[in-house]
């Protein structure tokens, strides 16, 4: 499993995201303000971030690719309906595939995907956009990063997506923790303090 996300250049992010500080994560996504749907700005505790993408991206050493959202239903069905082998047979009830019902390598890998990358605390059900991650691991591995699906971009989005929940007043909306962490210890060390 380790070449497998070695190969599709992910492992250095899911070492890099870890921990937590849920007070800076808070502010940090209740600070957030979208300008479109790959740039957002978040300014608190006199540190300013422009995120995009390719900032996400750099920081955390995911390659960049096409951009996606879990909400493209379709192309998740696709994905789920064409991952599994002949003699594999998938359980799946309303919501989609139970987790343990997948070859012992891809629910680990799916089990990976969830905690690092669409940092989701229930790691039960593989949904079509989940799919579309193992999918491309499992048939895609060979692609050039260009035509890969964005992490990145699904993070900024998702991002995106627990702020304005958060600020509408949705609670349970603290999200992508060790992403945060990372982004705000990267930019406090790189931060120059202007000379005037």
């Known amino acids: 499993m380790v070449a497998l996300f070695t190969k599709a250049n992910w492992i250095s992010s899911f070492d890099r995201i870890q921990g937590y500080h849920e007070e800076v994560t808070e502010e940090f996504l209740m600070s957030l303000r979208p300008h479109s749907k790959t740039h957002a700005t978040v300014s608190f505790r006199g540190l300013t971030l422009e995120l995009t993408h390719a900032f996400i991206s750099r920081i955390t050493g995911l390659p960049l690719g096409l951009p996606w959202s879990k909400e493209e239903k379709s192309l998740g069905k696709v994905a789920k309906k064409t991952f599994f082998l002949p003699d594999e047979n998938p359980v799946e009830d309303k919501n989609g595939v139970r987790r343990t019902r997948l070859p012992p390598l891809w629910s680990e890998v799916s089990y990976q995907i969830m905690k690092y990358s669409t940092c989701e605390g229930r790691f039960n059900i593989i949904y079509g956009y989940h799919f579309r991650l193992l999918h491309e691991l499992r048939y895609g591995m ?55």
């Open 142 to 196: 060979d692609l050039p990063p260009v035509r890969k699906l964005s992490i990145p971009y699904f993070l900024l989005k998702y991002l995106i997506e627990c702020s304005t929940k958060l600020n509408a007043g949705v609670l349970d909306q603290l999200a992508h923790h060790g992403l945060i962490k990372l982004l705000v210890e990267v930019s406090l060390h790189t931060y120059t303090i202007p000379i005037t």
